[in-house]
């Protein structure tokens, strides 16, 4: 029984980790210096769409909400 507790335990914490956890490269805001691509895409797992900023430093891509409401439905 305990450790129907403990697995319990466990898997809430990891719930609420995640929950706090954004997705790979994704930003509130574009950092300083990045540069605005023309690429923009709808999230589908939230239904966002998306716009891909680039760090001209590093070449790294950032994903960032475009500005408005959300999507209708979601």
Do not use: A, C, K
Not at 24 to 42: A, I, K, L
Not at 43 to 52: C, E, I, K, L, N
Request: aromatic share 8%; hydrophobic share 35%; net charge positive.
């Amino acid at each position: 029984m305990s450790w129907l507790i403990v697995t319990i335990g466990i898997i809430v914490v990891l719930v609420l980790i995640n929950l706090g956890i954004r997705r790979y490269g994704e930003r509130d805001r574009p950092g300083g210096g990045w540069q605005r691509t023309p690429e923009v895409f709808r999230d589908p797992s939230t239904g966002r769409v998306m716009r891909v900023w680039v760090d001209p430093g590093d070449g790294s891509r950032h994903y960032v909400p475009e500005d408005g409401p959300p999507p209708p439905g979601t």
